[in-house]
């Protein structure tokens, strides 16, 4: 399994970014994913899971704001992230929820004015 995530950066809070990951060394389309992320001295956290069939859960604190979605024809699941807030500050990544040991580098997302 190899995942490979993009689409972080410095962002204004309000501001919006959509990341991606691209999965390999799996039938991506009968998986579900998720996006977790990790802020410094936090626990890693799961934000948003898909499932095959495309029925999604969103964390609480990221309800209304953050989107996930799927792509099987490019094996990529996308997180779009809107009005972002400082808190939102974090390392993410994506995961295959069967397989959870395997994850990515991930990819940096820091709000900041």
């Known amino acids: 399994v190899q995942l490979v995530e993009s689409g972080g950066g410095l962002v204004q809070p309000g501001g919006s970014l959509r990341l991606s990951c691209a999965a390999s060394g799996i039938i991506f389309s009968i998986n579900d994913m998720g996006w977790y992320r990790q802020a410094p001295g936090k626990q890693r956290e799961l934000v948003a899971r898909?499932?095959?069939?495309?029925?999604?859960n969103i964390a609480v604190s990221v309800k209304g704001r953050f989107t996930i979605s799927r792509d099987n024809a490019k094996n990529t699941v996308y997180l779009q992230m809107n009005n972002l807030k400082s808190e939102d500050t974090a390392v993410y990544y994506c995961?295959?929820?069967?397989?959870?040991?395997?994850w990515g580098q991930g990819t940096q997302v820091t709000v900041s004015s």
């Open positions: 898909i499932t095959s069939g495309g029925g999604t």
């Open positions: 995961n295959v929820l069967a397989y959870p040991s395997f």
